[in-house]
């Protein structure tokens, strides 16, 4: 994207007024919006105002026109400024507006960029004939037939180097041209082999309603699955209450609770899943070693006689 400036003083017209003609035109454009909304006129008003003075935007008009619809300036000029869509430089005969935007850049517009160089020159000059001058822009909405440029109101694509060559030649010489595809294709259709869409079922008038078709057997495939588990939840009934969560285990098993029923407060598995167990049995050993090794006595604290 180039920098959008307004063209040097020097080629400036002094002054801009539109034609009788085309001032009625503008008028009839401004009275579409309701009162206090005129500034809407704006891009109708610049791109007449475009046509008039040769393909471009002279300062004047944008001064001109903010007049009209009572706009401060700047708010016509950042207008003029944003759309490429309005050249604020003198443009050639044929202004060929290239678009270097990526899917058109993959498929080319590199090459394309080479050829208005070598054949028109750097970008923003018109040639010495005043027939040619180009501008690369931004995605000019024809990705599907990339690369391509936009002459006048015209596009053409499916460009190669060689074609556009071509092209600018035929337009500088004045012969005509066939704007559109320019690979034989008639629009954005597959350019050789068609590779979608060839299922013959598609177009026999076979596949009418085939997809509701698809809907009520999916449906009613659903409906049978639900009726069977339906059955065999009937023949083989939940248990009513869900089984207890680990809490409402852990809660039934509770000293308190356990103690409640009668057993003892902590279960044999509790123990042994502690190590409690474990431990006693290395207590129990320690204290018959212990007993092993104390001398007996007759009760009175004497030492028996063995
Ligand atoms: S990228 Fe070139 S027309 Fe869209």
């Known amino acids: 994207m180039s920098v959008r400036r307004l063209a040097a003083q020097e080629v400036q017209p002094a002054s801009f007024a539109f034609t009788p003609?085309?001032?009625?035109?503008?008028?009839?454009?401004?009275?579409?919006?309701?009162?206090?909304?005129?500034?809407?006129?704006?891009?109708?008003?610049?791109?007449?105002?475009?046509?008039?003075?040769?393909?471009?935007?002279?300062?004047?008009?944008?001064?001109?026109?903010?007049?009209?619809?009572?706009m401060p300036y700047i708010r016509v000029l950042e207008v003029a400024t944003f759309y490429t869509m309005f050249a604020l430089e003198p443009v050639g005969e044929h202004f060929v507006q290239l678009c270097g935007t990526t899917p058109c850049m993959l498929r080319g517009a590199e090459a394309l960029k080479k050829?208005?160089?070598?054949?028109?020159?750097?970008?923003?000059?018109?040639?010495?004939?005043g027939k040619l001058s180009w501008l690369e822009v931004e995605c000019l909405g024809a990705c599907c037939n990339a690369p391509m440029v936009q002459i006048g109101y015209d596009y053409y694509e499916d460009l190669t180097p060689?074609?556009?060559?071509?092209?600018?030649?035929?337009?500088?010489?004045?012969?005509?041209?066939?704007?559109?595809?320019?690979?034989?294709?008639?629009?954005?259709?597959?350019?050789?082999?068609?590779?979608?869409?060839?299922?013959?079922?598609?177009?026999?008038g076979s596949m009418v309603g085939a997809w509701k078709k698809r809907f009520a057997e999916e449906d009613a495939k659903a409906k049978a699955e639900a009726a069977g588990q339906a059955v065999a939840a009937a023949a083989n009934p939940e248990p009513a209450k869900p089984e207890p969560t680990r809490a409402e285990q852990q809660k039934s098993d509770s000293p308190v609770a356990r103690t409640a029923r009668g057993k003892a407060p902590?279960?044999?598995?509790?123990?042994?899943?502690?190590?409690?167990?474990?431990?006693?049995?290395?207590?129990?050993?320690?204290?018959?070693?212990?007993?092993?090794?104390?001398?007996p006595t007759d009760g009175s604290g004497t030492k028996r006689k063995r």
């Open 115 to 129: 050829v208005c160089h070598d054949v028109i020159g750097p970008q923003k000059t018109v040639t010495a004939d």
């Open 21 to 70: 003609e085309n001032a009625e035109w503008a008028g009839r454009q401004i009275a579409k919006y309701p009162e206090g909304r005129q500034a809407s006129a704006v891009i109708p008003l610049l791109w007449k105002a475009q046509e008039q003075s040769g393909g471009w935007v002279p300062e004047a008009a944008i001064r001109h026109i903010a007049g009209m619809l009572g």
């Open 162 to 204: 060689e074609s556009f060559a071509a092209l600018l030649e035929d337009l500088r010489a004045g012969r005509p041209v066939k704007p559109g595809p320019q690979n034989g294709r008639h629009a954005s259709e597959p350019k050789d082999a068609v590779k979608t869409l060839t299922d013959p079922a598609l177009f026999d």
């Open 266 to 295: 902590v279960s044999a598995e509790a123990r042994e899943a502690s190590g409690n167990s474990a431990s006693s049995e290395a207590t129990t050993k320690r204290r018959a070693k212990t007993a092993a090794t104390v001398e």
